[in-house]
Nanobody, 119 residues
Framework: EVQLQASGGGLVQPGGSLRLSCTTS????????IGWFRQAPGRQREGVSF????????WYRDSVKGRFTISRDNAKNSVNLKMNNLKPEDTAVYYC????????????WGQGTQVTVSS
């Protein structure tokens, strides 16, 4: 069945960096856009970044622009999120999700990985 596995989270100090990975299987990865979401304690889930199947559409929420970089490796069915200059406000569980073109909602979701930014 469909699997999306987020990994790479951890505890870092403000200003530090992490690289999250989303490894997938069970669907036509090359045909799906991949989004990163996060949910902080006591807050609603929010979109962080998105990359389209052909990489011609990339989106970041304003608060992470210039700090986060999304990329995909279709040969490995994976997506990465490089996170630089991390801030305490970035603390959250980060999830990756897949969306097929024409779908209004994301089709598949992973379980997420914890990112904690604290001094």
């Amino acid at each position: 069945e469909v699997q999306l596995q987020a990994s790479g989270g951890g505890l870092v100090q403000p200003g530090g960096s992490l690289r999250l990975s989303c490894t997938t299987s069970g669907f036509s990865f090359d045909d799906y856009g991949i989004g990163w979401f996060r949910q902080a304690p006591g807050r609603q889930r929010e979109g962080v970044s998105f990359i389209s199947p052909s990489e011609n559409r990339i989106w970041y929420r304003d608060s992470v622009k210039g700090r986060f970089t999304i990329s995909r490796d279709n040969a490995k069915n994976s997506v990465n999120l490089k996170m630089n200059n991390l801030k305490p406000e970035d603390t959250a569980v980060y999830y990756c999700a897949a969306k097929s073109p024409g779908n209004s909602d994301y089709n598949y979701w992973g379980q997420g990985t914890q990112v904690t930014v604290s001094s």
